[in-house]
């Protein structure tokens, strides 16, 4: 597993001095992380609702390995929104976790949306989609026209 060292000057303040070890979790970890602040219907399945704060704080928090001898990071320090840790240590903290955990932008980006504006979950390919991608275009009932399609040259090498 890959681990990265970050030695913090006072820049965040002194209570934040001094040496931290992240390491990789594993996939599992990872995905039980996602799930445990994450909520879906009951019946679709899709996303209704995603606390990225709190998953990405208990990611940091999986992932610190080592730190400072006065413990100056928690989950409950990373979690506060009034006694917590600062903007730019917190941002830090998460750029370093994200490259180790390999976590995409694509992720990052599902994580990040608000669940309400749209649905965070992708749909399966559908034949129309397979058709459109250059798939194998099953033949259509007599009763229904094949779409056109002026890409449909492009598709062909």
């Known amino acids: ?4 060292v970050l030695e913090l000057d006072e820049r ?4 934040f001095e001094g040496r931290y070890v992240f390491q990789e979790i594993t996939w599992a970890k990872r995905s039980r ?8 219907h009951a019946i679709s399945g899709q996303v209704t609702s995603s606390d990225y704060i709190a998953i990405q704080a208990e990611t940091i928090w999986a992932s610190l390995k080592e730190q400072p001898p006065h413990k100056p990071v928690s989950l409950e320090k990373l979690l506060s929104e009034d006694d917590g840790i600062p903007i730019g240590l917190g941002e830090l903290f998460s750029q ?5 955990c390999t976590v ?3 992720e990052n980006r599902f994580l990040s949306e608000p669940s309400e504006d ?19 275009q099953p033949k259509l009932p007599s009763n229904q026209q094949k779409p056109s399609s002026s890409s449909s040259s492009s598709l062909t090498s």
């Open 96 to 100: 370093i976790v994200n490259k180790l």
């Open 12 to 15: 965040f303040g002194e209570e």
């Open 1 to 4: 597993m890959q681990s990265e």
């Open 118 to 136: 749209k649905s965070q979950t992708q749909s399966s390919q559908t034949s129309a989609s397979a058709r459109s991608s250059g798939g194998h």
């Open 104 to 106: 995409t932008v694509e």
């Open 33 to 40: 992380i996602i799930q445990k602040y994450t909520k879906y």
